[in-house]
């Protein structure tokens, strides 16, 4: 058995608020191998790759990172670096303006006495671009190179560090089949001419059964299993199926039988161009319909174009170049705005409750008011602050929001509290068909069964529901029928009867492995 | 031990009242601090009276920089605009010799397309409100010393200057009655202690923390003896000034423009979070626009204001006014990120820096000085309330 790189004893990360990330931990990545993490969205990769480079720095995590025989105590991501411990992340971090040199050497300047020293740099990124297999002028700007040969400079940097171990998080997961392939080449590459041990975190199977020695999976914050190549069997099927083997229990209520009626909501090729890379579709020709009383699930990775899609119907809030049809009780409508979307009986609930859903300087009736202040205000535009009131009150009753008051601020509620909020302000405006982006998203369990409850509650009075989830229990626990989505596309339709973990894993693992180059 | 939590508690509420309370505070401590040293010149009724009418055109251009600053924006270029139609209303008025109602509805919509002007570019073609009004500040300086030629023109017609340097008393028909101070002093009081006294049962009602009923007796009280006695200090000089009522008037309709009308709750949550306020249907790029086209009508306001207050129409008008109104709006609470403030608060933190200003003045100390003084007091004001926020 070859030596041992690096060792992690019982791993443990509780976020404040008594989230817990990881549960015990364990992997061992011997010397001059390949190494691939598996799990599921949430399982508690990133966490740990953030505690092996020293993101979260020593202390704030329990157990025991032992490298070279030694136990490491990192502070900030620069003492892991010193040791030779680089990640290069999901989201490349390049800056797009600057040149290929001096990208590989940001942080890292060949200088003295902090004053440049450009032969060098040019001399060494030349060096270094030719260990990565990478033929460009060294001056020319990151941004007019492709994805994959921005990969690449990534590499370049954390080689230009001396890496010993590279950390990959899902490097191939905006590459095409061909940059993938050569991305997997340089690392079988670099182990051979350089001894380069990597750690390599990935959705994508084909790629992991390729090039791993050795395969861990992580599920719920454990290390759930180990396996070696040569020794144990990399099939997909047993990989799945230990990625996902949890069981559903019920934390889900029961479905009441309802009756499912009409087609609500009907989307037909629905195409949205990237915001931020030209001639890229986020959705690409996607067909779906809602019915009266329905929850539909649209279950997927993260990154696979759901929220993308949701807030491109939700009055074109996301994306360029959006075509296709929306239809409304089977009549044609068109959706230019928010506003549009709202007077059509749309309503959206965003992920990022933070970010683009509360306003945390305001209270609560503030918040939920928001987008109906017209039906509590005179046509002339002055509120009737009772009727308001009323309304705020009566929605805090209804869904449980636990504050002093309505005059509360919504930035001194807890996660639940303030999802809740959020789904008040939408139930408010009364909609027909409403999307949930990630409902549960880092909340607590008692108050996501109140939310699943909502839910039944409202499909129970006849709204359409489309509910977007990376947790595939959470999906299978709620849904009527799920729409499995993969990059941009749909890969599979399942009613719930017939879907399970497997079922919807399987169908994204074959989009992956089906997809044209 | 009963007695430790209840000492706890009042202490804790003298604090918070203080601290919701703190620039009101530093305002009466300046005052007297002033009063002192100036031996009573500072409060004497020529002086208020001449303190409201020398800020009247700041605390003007405060309540229009307000929402631009709720929403997370600027605009250098009030002092410009200002400057601006000082200069179209002495072209009309002295070159032209039109008549002054004409002049002013003239300045007024000038206002509004200078503001719809500088809203369009910022509001719908995204160029940042620091650049759009960097860009206006000389573009309206510029054409205020193309309308006047370099030159300053004056005298305006008596009834131009009515607005800006008249009393109460003077306005034909209503300076006849006698006591009309008091009596406008009694109105207003009674409109304060009606609006208290609404404001403590709707907070009843939603069980909201609204403090005794003796605390609200006692705050009327307050109010009232304020209004009456500012009155009646006022009158013992040539009375209520028309500027102090055209200021009294704007700050109670912006103050329930802000807190009582949709579009003041849209500018909130603009401010707030824009993407958040976008996503629940808010048009942004609208209310950004008019936050600016507002900002243009009360720039004019200032602008006729402070052009009949100087009665002349001079090139270099309204220079640096820009700086005093932010100024007003940062120490009276309002944030640097957006979605906080208030327009009282604007009010007394432009009349922190106009005590300020008077108050050294008559001490005889030099412009140098002030400068220095009032940077400092700028600076801790903020410093203050970011270090108050980051506590909560």
Known sequence: ????????????????????????????????????????????????????????????????????????????????????????????????????????FLGNERQTNGIMDWERTRMEAVQIMERVGLHEDPDVPVNKLGMGKQQLIEIAKALSKDAKLLILDEPTASLNDEDSEKLLDLLLDLREKSGMTAIIISHKLNEITRIADKLTVIRDGKSIASWAKGKDDFAEDRIIKSMVGREITDRYPPRPNRPIGDICLEVKDWCVGSPDIPDRLVVDHVSF?????????????????????????????????????????????????????????????????????????????????????KKFSSPGGLINEEAEANAAEEYMQKLHIKAPGIFQKTRNLSGGNQQKVMLARWICANPDVLILDEPTRGIDAGAKYEIYCI??????????????????PEILGLSDRIYVMHEGRFAGELPVDEASQEGIMRCIMQANSAKPS | MKSSTAIGKTKGSVLAFVRNYAMFIALILIAILFEI???????????????????????????GMLPCILTGDIDLSVGSVVAVIGAIAGTMMVSMNMSVPVTVAACLAAGLMAGAWQGFWIAFVHVPSFIVTLGGMLIFRGMTMVILN??????????????????????????????????????????????QANSYRKRMKYNLPAGSKRMLAAKCAAIAAICLFTAFWLDQFKGIPITLILLGALIAIYSFLCNKTVIGRHIYALGGNERAAQLSGVKTQWVRFLVFVNMGLLSAIAGLVFSARLNCAAPTAGMMFELDAIAACYIGGASA???????????????????????MSILGIGIDWQQWIKGLVLLLAVAFDIHYQSQR
């Open chain 1, 1 to 104: 058995m070859a030596p041992c790189l690096l060792e992690t004893k019982n791993i443990a990360k509780v976020f404040p608020g008594g989230v817990r990330a990881l549960d015990g931990v364990n992997i061992r990545v011997e010397e001059k191998s390949i190494h691939a993490l598996c799990g599921e969205n949430g399982a508690g990769k990133s966490t740990l790759m953030n505690i092996l480079s020293g993101v979260y720095p020593y202390g704030t995590y329990e157990g025991k990172i032992m490298y070279k025989g030694k136990e490491c105590r990192f502070s900030d991501i620069r003492d892991s670096e010193k040791e030779g411990i680089v990640i290069i992340h999901q989201e490349l971090a390049l800056i797009p303006c600057l040149s290929v040199m001096e990208n590989i």
């Open chain 1, 289 to 373: 319909h809602v019915r009266r009383g329905e929850v539909v699930g649209f279950a997927g990775l993260m990154g696979a174009g759901r929220t993308a899609l949701a807030m491109s119907i939700f009055g074109k809030s996301c994306g360029r170049g959006i075509s296709g049809t929306i239809r409304k009780d089977g009549k044609e409508i068109k959706i230019e705005s928010v506003a549009d979307a709202i007077e059509n009986g749309i309503a959206y609930v965003t992920e990022d409750r933070k970010g683009k859903g509360l306003i945390l300087m305001e209270n609560i009736r503030e918040n939920i008011t928001l987008p109906t202040l």
């Open chain 1, 455 to 472: 839910i039944n509650e409202l499909a129970k009075q006849g709204k359409s529901i489309i509910v977007i989830s990376s947790e595939m």
């Open chain 2, 37 to 63: 040293l100036t031996d009573g010149v500072l409060l004497a009724p020529m002086n208020i009276s001449k303190l409201v009418m020398q800020n009247s055109y700041i605390l003007i251009l405060a309540i």
């Open chain 2, 150 to 195: 370099g030159n300053t023109l004056a005298p305006f017609p008596e009834s131009y200057q009515f607005i800006a340097q008249r009393f109460l008393q003077d306005i034909p028909g209503l300076g006849g009655i006698p006591g009309i101070d008091m009596i406008a002093g009694g109105l207003v009081a009674a409109l304060c202690v009606y609006m």
């Open chain 2, 337 to 359: 990120s957006g979605g906080v403030g208030t327009i009282v608060g604007a009010i007394v933190g432009g009349l922190v820096m106009g005590v300020l200003n008077n108050g």
